[in-house]
């Protein structure tokens, strides 16, 4: 089969022709139409220090995926919940099921997770064999919309974290896709405002596209100034930090209220200063950092919000390429004003 | 000043002149424009055995209500959060502020509760005095949407408890103006799916209006079987109690899944048999009785749905009277054909 | 190898020789050497109504116990986690891992659910084979200890539901074995006042052994009124209703507290008349239904407080047989004078 | 009547005689017996840029204390709920009742809360007044436990919040009074570990007194790795990071296991610099900022393991002085080896 893969360290990926995967007792073999290209994969792409330290070539690149199923192992079969010609999509985290965190229904922290794409084959393939146990039906979900439920499901966890949001004031800090996807997120389980800021105009009215009663451009704007006007002086009930810079962690402590709550999902790559007096123990606030989904609570409220209309992530999607054109994909990526880029795959 | 005045046991009220209320320090007098009537004046209209053993006549009847603030307390004055002519609504429940409940965040079960136009004088009348903790400002919220605050937050409070409403499938039973509510509040918050049943077919009309994905007919569909099939097979995430018949808590605990959640408002005249191991224990159902609302995170939240526009319980008021017409007020709510009635007091 | 099987519909068991159990990849095979004795197995041998309708015999029972691995299958020795000679017990509900329940951290209600000893081959033989994922350690917990976590966990995910149980005042009614456990688990997670009721002064002696810091004997005492006065009035913080009895349900949601919460874990046989409006509207009380223990939660809180010495529940033990004196075991505790008993099979 | 007053800008405190304070309708007089001295006192005697931006002088020193009800204002005496003799504490910050905050049962963080002692006069006096609302019967503490409920308070808060603690393994950072407090509640709670690190040998052993299970040296042990050792290489479950130090939230970011929590109570003089990737998202890991005390679930918990005997906070008190002695007081808590000071102020 056709598969990208990163042959070797060093930057780029190739298309190259791979055995077809084998599947074991308890998974389910796919053959994939539609994948969502990631920021991780362009990390992957340009080989940085993260990439190089943990990424054993070769490997299958591509964690957001869906397709349908044409396969599935003897115990996967004899589960009865899925069948050949469900269309599908995936939990990309392979967890142990053994450790502490899995356990204790946390195992989006599992401490042996496998992430496909990065630690074993991935999904920018012709097919991918996952555990049954991580595969999620479409039930009339688009596949194109199937693809990209690995990045909506971190925006979904991010918004619904620790606290009703229905009635809440919610400011997102950072439009890229999974940004926009928290504004949908956001508007779906019953936000009363969603504010969003971004320093790009485009990602802004991408923003507004999927909900935003409000955007505020970063640059011009003053942010926290502009959000007390708008909550009645409270500030924030709930801060979505999608930006991962340290300007964006000020911004998201000075918003939040006292007694709010600010959840981070941006990866900053260097540190912050932070006053915790000033800014966590005497505003009362909680931090929270957001991995991957819920598993699968996460994926549930999701796929009730898809289904039902509630949260429709395809405004967000500006570019599509089949697998060839992975460098022109991974350059709308590079350039900042994409929003999310689609691989189509299979037929 | 004229009030409705339920003047010695007995059936009935009267149009009567009595003093304007005088306030205290911490006080403020409304007058009031609009107030809603309830199901219980319609008990102390007729001067049931719940009624005849709590109420010490003469008091003025009402507790549904919105008005203008006209005069305020020294120390209400001093609190700089009220002032003359602010429109306002109020909690009608006036709570010692000392119990165990009161402490604990609990005040709408606090022991020595007492509710206006019952333990004493009401809003059926031009003026009424309040405790400025219990007055919350309209901020451009309709004043017949604030004549109904506390009907609608009855239902939020319905709605909210206890487990995070979006994404959830949602089942009201019986869809008198409460359950209306807590069809659009479940509208609100995110649900997914939101199945009105009742036995009156204008009834369902209202819910429809209010936002139901689907109506059912108590009298003539198989409610259980049909919440399941539009479920998944799975039962209701969340069932909202709200006819007080036996009847209907057969239905809820059956139409409940696995792990869902009962929420009881609606106020039986006698007991109902349950069979325990089979509805509750084998099904790890939790069941929650629902008095007044949070004091005030019901408030909080059901102010943002409604200034937001997330929420308008208008379409369920179907009749308007003056307050000298009460008795035809009585008669439309005795006949089960009305939606929610409202008095005109002031102008 | 030796078990105790019941080898056709109708009253009683055998112990036989029978096959050794086969284990699948993710299993691994435990040499049994204690068992605990439950009331179900008390059903079984009885052949009620219950147990008629879901057994299908020929089936080994028994669903308590602890043993020492002998054998794992290939994914479970990769799993890594276990090994052979590691002293262990488990968790008897087995679960599809794919259903909702599942999905969501409600394995526990998983629809699919399969009982050892009830729908599978059981504990009371010589070897047993569980899915590795059911599987936990012992590290240190004796033997004895091991073989009634099962019970143990009933009472630990009773008395830890739904609110914070430091500094409660908790009222356990129903003091067989479970129910003493209760008491237990309510002193290891730091309950202020344990009450703990029953008509037995033999049980209730148990329950002082155990922690209850006051014991009442509902054939004498007035429970309701002694539980208010240990209370400042207020009444119980939470109620462990353990005794399936109409009365026991009464007495619990009489004594809870405005507020309070009534976890309801004792099975009744018939249904109770329940008054919602006074006993659980107007008290705004919250009722749960407890099956199973949470996985794994609940195995984790118990081993913890098991391990640290906070929990002991051997006092609770008071018979000790061979697993030939099946029927001596049976006999005692119907006598209803037993606390727990233990089978005690290898060696 | 006597008192401690900072008189004008400037080092030092003074005992004066100055008016007994005069009562509104809901506020109690008080007679003074026993009062805490706190490292708040300190900064005010040093009149540190803090002090020196908050206070307006002349004002009384003082907000821990407990007493003798000795007179009551006229609505406060109809509330029924105090009288005349009553042995009593109060919660020391004093808030409006109006705001988002304060509606919301987040009254410690009400944006106009007045500190007694700070914001308006405080405890270290013969006499104070207090709003009725603030005051907390002792019921049988004794009242130089009751002069130290509020930092005992701030540790009770600082452990209950957000998790269960029942069965969790917590590292208290810091054992400065509060941190031994910290200890104490945590093992009052059901914690299954409590590990307590510090700098200095004599708190250590004051940690020890109050039941830490192992305490670290931070400037010998190597405390992250201890932690891991002791916690079967998960890591705390929850870490209470009381001293306020950069390297004390650098050891409570990296003892914290995956998805555990970190509440930080100990106020820092300067900022932090946090690497949020590593550190919070992807651990998992919540922050909670802690102010105060819950108003006031966290004073009935107290009150609750207080009386019962599972909390005693009195092994902490090093040093009594009487109230002229003060310099002295401020002198022994500058010089660290003090646990906690008490000024005996009446008969």
Redesign the interface.
């Given at each position: 089969m056709r598969a990208l893969v990163k042959t070797a360290p060093g930057p780029g990926m190739q298309v190259q022709d791979v055995p077809k995967p084998k599947i074991g007792?308890?998974d389910v073999l796919i053959r994939v139409t539609h994948a969502g290209v990631c920021g991780t994969d362009l990390h992957i792409w340009e080989w940085d220090s993260w990439a190089s330290a943990r990424l054993k070539p070769p490997v299958v690149i591509g964690h957001e995926f869906s397709g349908e199923v044409v396969a599935l192992g003897a115990d996967a079969a004899a589960?009865e919940?899925l069948q050949v010609g469900d269309l599908v999509t995936a939990e990309g985290h392979i967890v142990?099921?053994?450790c502490?965190?899995c356990?204790?229904?946390?195992a989006?922290?599992c401490?042996r997770t496998q992430i496909i794409g990065v630690d074993r084959d991935g999904a920018f393939a012709d097919f991918i064999a996952m555990p049954?146990?991580n595969v999620m039906k479409l039930d009339g979900i688009p596949a194109e919309v199937g693809a990209i439920m690995d990045p909506t499901g971190n925006a979904v966890h991010t918004v619904?974290e620790?606290r009703?949001?229905?009635?809440?004031?919610v400011l997102v800090i950072g439009c890229g896709p999974i940004g926009c996807f928290a504004v949908g997120a956001a508007r779906?389980?019953?936000a009363?405002?969603v504010i969003a800021s971004d320093l790009n105009a485009r990602r802004l009215e991408l923003a507004r596209t999927m909900g935003a009663h409000v955007t505020l451009d970063a640059g011009k704007d003053d942010v926290v100034a502009r959000v007390r006007e708008l909550t009645?002086d409270?500030g924030a009930d709930l801060v979505c930090e999608m930006s991962?810079h340290p300007a964006g962690?000020a911004t998201a402590f000075a918003a939040a209220?006292?007694?709010g709550r600010v959840n981070?999902?941006g990866?900053?790559?260097r540190?912050?200063?932070?006053?915790?007096?000033r800014d966590?123990?005497?505003?009362?606030?909680?931090?929270?950092?957001?991995?991957g989904r819920r598993?699968?609570?996460t994926?549930?409220?999701?796929r009730?919000?898809i289904?039902?209309g509630?949260l429709d992530p395809r405004p967000v999607i500006t570019h599509r390429f089949p697998m060839d054109r992975i460098a022109d994909a991974i350059e709308v990526i590079k350039h900042g004003e994409a929003g999310k880029v689609i691989l189509e795959i299979g037929g």
């Open positions: 007792d308890a589960a919940l142990c099921g053994h502490l965190q356990r204790l229904g946390e989006h922290l401490r049954a146990s619904l620790g009703m949001v229905a009635g809440s004031r779906a389980a019953g009363s405002l009645d409270d991962g962690h209220r006292l007694g981070l999902l990866t900053p790559s540190s912050t200063e932070v006053d915790f007096a966590v123990i005497f505003k009362g606030l909680t931090l929270y950092g957001v991995t598993m699968y609570d994926w549930d409220v999701m009730r919000f289904r039902s509630q």
